[in-house]
Nanobody, 126 residues
C-alpha cells in the first residue's frame, strides 16, 4: 500500500515561514517525479513546485523566489520550504508522485498525471 504523508502545515503571520515534508513509502522513490500542489477554498487545484528524478525543479510564478522544493532520496522525503508567506498562500497543500514516468516537463503541473497523493496539510497565513 503506497503512502504519502505530509506534515509541517500550520498557521503563520504574513512574512513567516513553514517547511512542509512529505514522507513516502514508494519503492524506488528516487526515480519518481514528485510535486507539491495546493487548493484553496472555492479555487482549482494548482501546481506549486515539482522536482523530478534528475534534479530539475519548476515553480509556479506566484511562489518563485519564496518557495524551495527539495528531496532527500535516502529518506524518501520531499520538502517544501516556504518563506515570505502571503495570505494568498493559504490552502491545503498536497504532495504527489508520478511512479510511471507519465509526467514530462511541460506537464509538471498537470495533477491528473500523478498517480499517488497524500492527504494534505493545511497552511494558513493571516
Amino acid at each position: 500500500h503506497v503512502q504519502l504523508v505530509e506534515s509541517g502545515g500550520g498557521s503563520v503571520l504574513p512574512g513567516g515561514s513553514l517547511r512542509l515534508s512529505c514522507e513516502s513509502s514508494l519503492y524506488v522513490y528516487s526515480s519518481y517525479c514528485m510535486g507539491w500542489f495546493r487548493q484553496a477554498p472555492r479555487k482549482e487545484r494548482e501546481g506549486v513546485a515539482v522536482a523530478d528524478a534528475g534534479g530539475t525543479t519548476k515553480y509556479a510564478d506566484s511562489v518563485k523566489g519564496r518557495f524551495t522544493i527539495s528531496r532527500d532520496d535516502r529518506k524518501n522525503t520531499l520538502y517544501l520550504q516556504m518563506d515570505s508567506l502571503k495570505p494568498e498562500d493559504t490552502a491545503m497543500y498536497y504532495c504527489a508522485a508520478d511512479p510511471l514516468g507519465t509526467v514530462v516537463p511541460y506537464t509538471y503541473f498537470d495533477g491528473d498525471l500523478y498517480k499517488y497523493w497524500g492527504q494534505g496539510t493545511q497552511v494558513t497565513v493571516s
